[in-house]
């Protein structure tokens, strides 16, 4: 099993960035239901005015090749589509767990 570990910095004021980083977790939250590899999903947007990062998620799929077939699915690509264009930095580890 590998975990998907991905935080995201979003450009705009507190209003704009909250505004993405809602439509961005909703529309993550429903990938499960629609990619088959996708096992879980955790997403969380960030709380603590102190830290960077707006928004943070948690996939587990079950190999590194799954991977590569969640980031390409047409739901996933629609749903990274909704900050593309506030999305300031992205950083990501994968891991066999």
């Known amino acids: 099993m590998v975990k998907h ?8 004021d ?3 960035r909250l505004d993405h980083a809602r439509r ?3 529309a993550l939250r429903a990938l499960p239901a629609q990619i088959p590899v996708l096992e879980s999903i955790e997403v969380g ?5 102190a830290e960077d990062w707006d928004v943070a ?3 587990v799929v079950p190999s590194m090749a799954d991977v590569e077939v969640y980031a390409r699915h047409p739901a996933h690509v629609a749903a990274a589509s909704i900050i593309k264009d506030v999305k ?3 950083a ?3 891991f066999t767990v």
């Open 5 to 12: 570990i991905v935080v995201f910095k979003l450009t705009g």
């Open 14 to 16: 507190d209003v704009v």
């Open 24 to 26: 961005f977790a909703d």
């Open 45 to 49: 947007i960030n709380e603590n005015p």
């Open 57 to 59: 998620l948690t996939a």
């Open 88 to 90: 300031e930095s992205r």
């Open 92 to 94: 990501c580890v994968d």
